[in-house]
């Protein structure tokens, strides 16, 4: 019987953290340890960094997710494992994993099989604290605001212009939509808002791309949390809150390290969703990584049309970071889906719905390759794949300029991925990227916009009402035109569509909201039917987690 995610987990033989700091140079003095198995890198000696000259910046993407699985974060973890292997100094830099997929739809977040971060279980739950942080910040700024009306109102905050929702890290669809303050005159004044995610909190988007305390605390200052009777902005400063929330978000600002299965150093840090946030790990990390390691692998949340988009024209923009290869993973089961097989129907040999399924595949591969950087295709490989399945990608590939490399992680670690590392190395020590940004920081926020839905989604057109499009030229004229967008759109599909898979063209991108998050530095555009707080499905992954009779944790995955 094959052994699951969570019993390789436990099973691993883990090493003490200062043996995982010294592979990158950590001093055991740096690290703070939070258990045997997982410690921050201190702030100050981070600090000390500065001036190094940074390895080389490798992105895991992937096709759009289907519920046959693609591999994202295996694939990046196997990566590293894999580049460890051959002999080069690597690092892994991922996303901590939200309670609410854990316990909704996913189970789990920390990689697969015998590619994976540990302790799994540590990270899929509390971890070391930092998504508790970053909600007690955000809700401290929510706090602040109902008492400030409370106690007189000095801003002359307007209630129904209050834009600062509250969050928490689950999935409640009975939250989207709240009233509070009810109860009488002791309680406040009453006022209809809601609850987002803490994936999709601002607080969340900030930490990730504070370079710093300094930094963390005036992108803090800047959040706009409501509008007064004519039309001004109030701020987090405005209400003094930024400091405080500074001082709940310390720890949590420190990265985490932790190690792979096979003892790669894996920093583990921020986690905003890629289909309603921007979907990268913290700056943080990520910089003190490639300032400590030759190779760093890093992953942008589901397909590339929205993770890798976003990491390139919101983190690397705005971090001045520049990848040298994107690994775009792939596994024929989810072509498969892709090219209109149904579910229940992959177990059997379907070259002609992989082919058909690849048109997804080679879209992906044409988006990545217009930011100016090279792609190689991870095959992720399932052992019901047929060789002629197989075959069929790599002929496909090789059409779109490309490379399809088999491996196979998942069963058998960095061992099935050294081709692909000695293939990545390769690419990236040859300097062959030339890094660029989909759109200038001078564009119009509308037609940075169009340029997304078009360029990347290949969208006819851009659907959005007067409201939206005044919004847009308000914030525009005052001072925020040079920002981002940050989309918030399914992950299923290129299109607004869950539904429409593969490759589909001659659709239509319709505009619900607009949200200006002033502190990260980004404009979110809320497409379709997406929400800021998900629901649980019909059987969620929480029926099948609790505790076995030698107290261990069951049901993650």
Known sequence: MTATDIEIARAASKLPMAEIGAKLDIPAEALLPYGHDKAKISADFIAGLNGRKPGKLILVTAVNPTPAGEGKTTTTVGLGDGLTRIGKKAAVCIREASL???????????????AQVVP??????????????????????????????????????????????????????????????????????????????????????????????????HRLGNIIVAYTRDREPITCRDLKADGAMTVLLRDAMQPNL??????????????????????????IATTTALKLADYVVTEAGFGADLGAEKFMDIKCRK?????????????????????????ADLGAENVAAVQKGCANLGRHIENLKSF????????????????AELAAVQAYATTKGSEAILCT????????????ARRVAQIADADLASFAPLYADDMPLFEKIETIAKRIYRA?????????????????????????????KTQYSFSTDPNLRGAPTGHSVPIREVR??????????????IMTMPGLPRVPSAEAIGLNDAGLVEGLF
């Open 100 to 114: 609410g997929p854990c316990f909704g739809m996913k189970g789990g977040a920390a990689g697969g099989g015998y």
């Open 120 to 217: 799994m279980e540590d990270m899929n739950l509390h971890f070391t604290g930092d998504f508790h942080a970053i909600t007690s910040a955000h809700n401290l700024l929510s706090a602040m605001i109902d008492n400030h009306i409370y106690w007189g109102n000095a801003l002359g905050i307007d209630e129904r212009r209050v834009t600062w929702r509250r969050v928490m890290d689950m999935n409640d669809r009975a939250l989207r939509d709240i009233v509070t303050s009810l109860g009488g005159v002791a309680n406040g004044f009453p006022r209809q808002t809601g609850f987002d995610i803490t994936v999709a909190s601002e607080v969340m988007a900030i930490l990730c791309l504070a370079r710093d305390l300094d930094d963390l605390e």
């Open 258 to 283: 932790v190690q792979t299965l096979e003892h790669t150093p894996a920093f583990v840090h921020g986690g905003p969703f890629a289909n309603i946030a921007h979907g990268c790990n913290s700056v």
């Open 319 to 343: 971090a001045g970071l520049a990848p040298s290869v994107a690994v775009l993973v792939a596994t024929v089961r989810a072509l498969k889906m892709n090219g209109g097989v149904a579910r």
């Open 372 to 387: 100016g950087v090279p792609v190689v295709v991870a095959i992720n490989h399932f052992t019901g794949d047929s060789e």
């Open 409 to 420: 992680h998942w069963a058998d670690g960095g061992a099935g991925t050294e081709a692909l």
């Open 460 to 488: 006819d057109e851009v659907l959005a009402d007067m409201k939206v499009r005044k919004q847009l030229r308000e914030w525009e004229a005052a001072g925020y035109g040079n920002l981002p967008i940050c989309m918030a």
């Open 516 to 529: 200006l998050s002033a502190g990260a530095g980004f404009v979110v555009v809320i497409c379709g039917e």
